[in-house]
């Protein structure tokens, strides 16, 4: 009896308390909602200090533009190997500790709260239970106030995971959409892990791959450097100095993810059929190999080859202006736009006729594309051309490791500097874009996973600004050695960017194209390039 008195007491207090119990709830849940707020201002601090790094990894990046235009590389190249020893993380990690530290103050109040609103329930309830039963033995007291207090605590909890009034509050996602061009420059598996990792951590903003077959532009752009360009030219990205908290006294509408550069691949068989032991170091040599291989004893083999099909965008940059490049020219801005050095831009040229003119090229030239030259390569049927480094791990898939080599592009022997263009994989925001804040969590989500991109390429030098080579590429001989030349080089900026290359590009191939096909010397031909190329730069400055 005594025991039914005390069961309908508490029946009748839970009964009169129901409006109590889901005052507390709403107080546990209004706690927890301050401490996640709070937690996403202290994200912000932790964020705004990060802010800091990447000031720094800006002008870690100027810097090492400087060095590697100075003579003081060999003093820069010392000191790198010294700071692989030292953890560039340190700065990042105590500042995420303070953020932990006050995210973890901020808890524990949250569980005093907690603590001293549930002491108080229970205090009432055993109040009621004592008047009703006294100090009575056969009453498992405590146990009863543990079932009470579990039902009084999860009330609320329970109530919002069947509510769909709560379920109506939950904050509306934003669904972005990521270039096709993303399963083409990294590869199917990559993307979609990416994708899966980014939706995971990031419920309010969901990422998708665009249709191909889809009239809606991206809102998140990647390409490479041909792309680049041509977005440029056409105002098609978002300005991003707003989110990196950096003034580089230019527009950034792009982060490289991903860099490479270009090399001379050879055949090691076939040069040593022909009598050499060691790839050409300059061009004369080069020309030398290939009359060999080109003089028929080899049936079906070119000694070299060029692919300067305009469908190809890549296609000057690898196979004309990389052996500009390597001879120590560059392109300096004039008044109107760029200039080419009359003299070593003709014995440029003549080089090039003496290719195509004496026959030691591969057919085709203006109409095959940089992946025919490869595989052709790759079947023997190339001695010697120029490709990226991001063919590297195609050719010893196909070829093998022992059947052929790389190394720099041969250079005149005048004793210039070795330079190189680096190309890049990158990462933009479409102007079109309604959600760019979203859009750039995204970019900077994907800019933290650089390491994980050049290990899966075997991106060589991959991130350009880093003085430490990935663990990919320490004991890998091939790798090892384009690490070597990355590091014997000077890099130059070239037309990555630039809104004009396309037209640079264009006149320069079509003025080739007459020279290879035209008694025209080399000389008026550099002349013929220089005058379209001040017409373009008229143009654009109207």
Excluded at 34 to 42: A, D, R, S, V, Y
Excluded at 285 to 314: H, I, K, Q, T
Excluded at 481 to 498: H, L, P, Q, R, T
Aim: overall charge neutral; hydrophobic content about 40%.
């Amino acid at each position: 009896m005594s025991l039914l008195v005390g069961l309908n007491i508490i029946n009748n207090y839970i009964k009169k308390s129901k409006k109590s119990i889901h005052r507390f709830g709403e107080n546990i849940r209004q706690i927890a909602l301050n401490i996640l707020h709070k937690l996403k201002k202290q994200v912000k601090l932790g964020l705004s200090r990060l802010a800091i790094f990447k000031r720094f990894d800006s002008f870690w990046i100027s810097f090492h533009k400087y060095i590697l235009k100075s003579n003081i590389k060999s003093v820069y190249i010392s000191i790198s190997r010294i700071l692989k020893q030292i953890p560039p993380v340190i700065g990042i990690f105590l500042g995420f500790i303070n953020s932990l530290k006050s995210a973890f103050v901020k808890m524990v109040r949250f569980f005093r709260q907690v603590y001293q609103s549930v002491r108080s329930i229970h205090q009432k309830f055993r109040e009621s239970i004592y008047r009703a039963f006294g100090n009575t033995p056969q009453i498992r007291i405590d146990l009863l106030i543990i079932i009470v207090l579990f039902f009084l605590i999860a009330s609320p909890f329970i109530a919002d995971v069947f509510s769909e009034k709560e379920r109506e509050i939950e904050v509306k996602q934003v669904i972005l959409f990521l270039s096709p061009r993303c399963e083409e420059l990294l590869g199917k598996e990559i993307t979609e892990k990416l994708l899966q990792e980014f939706n995971e951590l990031n419920g309010e903003v969901i990422i998708r791959l665009a249709d191909p077959l889809d009239e809606r532009e991206p809102d998140i752009l990647l390409f490479d450097d041909g792309e680049f360009s041509v977005f440029t030219a056409g105002s098609s990205l978002v300005e991003l100095s707003s989110f990196t908290n950096y003034d580089s006294g230019g527009q950034q509408l792009a982060i490289p993810l991903v860099s490479f550069m270009d090399f001379l691949f050879y055949n090691i068989d076939i040069l040593a059929a022909a009598g050499f032991d060691s790839p050409p170091k300059t061009r004369e040599e080069f020309l030398a190999y290939a009359r060999v291989v080109s003089d028929g004893r080899f049936p079906g083999v070119s000694g070299a080859a060029m692919s300067l099909n305009s469908g190809d965008s890549y296609s000057l940059s690898r196979d004309v202006f990389s052996w500009l490049w390597a001879a120590g020219s560059d392109f300096p801005s004039g008044g109107d736009g760029i200039v080419l050095n009359p003299r070593t831009a003709a014995n440029d040229i003549t080089f090039f006729g003496s290719l195509y003119r004496e026959g030691l090229l591969a057919t085709r030239v203006f109409e095959s594309t940089g992946e025919q030259r490869l595989e052709e390569f790759a079947q023997g049927r190339i001695a010697m051309m120029i490709a990226s480094s991001r063919a590297i791990p195609y050719l010893r898939q196909r070829m093998g490791d022992s059947a052929f080599g790389i190394t720099t592009i041969p250079d005149p022997a005048t004793g210039g500097r070795y330079n190189i263009n680096i190309s890049a994989i990158y990462a933009g925001i479409n102007i079109t874009c309604e959600y760019p804040d979203e859009a750039w969590r995204f970019l900077e989500f994907i800019t933290e996973k650089s390491s994980f991109l050049c290990s899966e390429l075997n991106a060589v030098p991959g991130i350009v600004t880093s003085i430490i080579p990935g663990d990919y590429i320490e004991g890998d001989p091939f790798y090892i050695k384009a690490w070597d030349i990355f590091e014997s080089a000077w890099i130059i900026d070239g037309f990555s960017g630039n809104p004009n290359a396309r037209e640079y590009e264009r006149s320069f191939l079509e003025e080739l194209r007459v020279f290879f096909t035209t008694s025209r010397t080399a000389q008026q031909t550099v002349t013929a390039i220089q005058q379209r190329w001040d017409e373009v730069g008229r143009d654009r400055s109207f």
